[in-house]
Structure formats: C-alpha cells, structure tokens
C-alpha cells in the first residue's frame, strides 16, 4: 500500500507553523521589560506621527481632486477643466441635495449641535444656531455651502436648486 496522503494543515497551522512566527511569539532572553516597553512606546509615536502626517496630506483639496478627477477622466465625462467649470454647479447642486438629505452627517461626525458653545459665538451665529440648528428645522448645510468648497458660480442658463 501507498502511504497516505500528508495530512494538510489549515490557515492557523501554516501561521504558527511558521519559523518567523514563532520566532516573533518566543520570550525575548536577553532583552529587558524595560527595554521592550521603550521600544513599544518609540514605535507608538512614530506610528502616530506617521498616522498624522497622513491625515494632514490626505486633508487638502488636491489629494481629494486626484481621486475624483480620476472618475471624470476615467469615463470622459469630465477630462478638462473647462469641462469641469461647466458641471460644477449641478455636481454642487447634487452634493447639498445629498447633504441635507442625510442631515450634514460629515459635519455632525466632529461638530454635534449640542456641543456648541454659543456664548462664544457672535450675536448673530448664535441666534441662528439656536432658532435653527439646534431645533432641527435647519442643518448645517443650509447655511455653510462654501465651508469646504469655495462656491461654485450660479449656472446662467438654467435653474438649479440650491442656488437662490
């Protein structure tokens, strides 16, 4: 008779099978806690710095635009700035519908109504905000349309909603 097949070991035993694995998984012997713990704390920090460093790249308009000029060019729709000109008061007209359909829910992620301190706010800020806002007969969107974006101009030739 053959001998039988070799038994196969499945995603965990391929893992914990593996040299650097259990290499990685030994007591270290001739490191300290202390030093341990210190390397742990110096990669922590250099993750965070790293993490913010991302975030503050990731947080301009042109890195948003590589993306979404992609998506234009991609399928022709929008390949050229002209092109883009031309559709960004309808592509506004649609973002603001979206907005306010899900009650600004980008600008509620860090800015909750109910944390405001509308005793630093101007008069008039916060007049707005309380009679507003913070009844839920506005949101955010109805009133900060160029806060991230500077406006788009108003179409001349047709009417489109959201630019009155």
Known sequence: MSDPLPRRRGIIGCITGNVWYRTAMRPAVHLSL???????????????????????????????????EIWGKLFGIIDTREKFLEVRPTLAAHEWARMEANRSAECRNCH?????????????????????????????????????????????????????
């Open 34 to 68: 202390a030093f341990l713990t210190l390397g742990g704390f110096i990669a922590g920090v250099a993750f965070w710095g790293a993490f913010n460093t991302a975030l503050e790249v990731a947080n301009t308009e042109q890195f948003c635009i590589g993306c979404h």
């Open 112 to 164: 909750k109504p109910e944390s405001m301190n509308l005793e630093k706010q101007s008069e008039q800020a916060a007049a707005a905000h309380k009679a507003q806002l913070l009844t839920g007969e506005k949101t955010c969107i109805d009133c900060h349309k160029g806060i991230a974006h500077h406006l788009p101009t108003p179409p001349k030739s047709e009417q489109i909603e959201g630019f009155d």
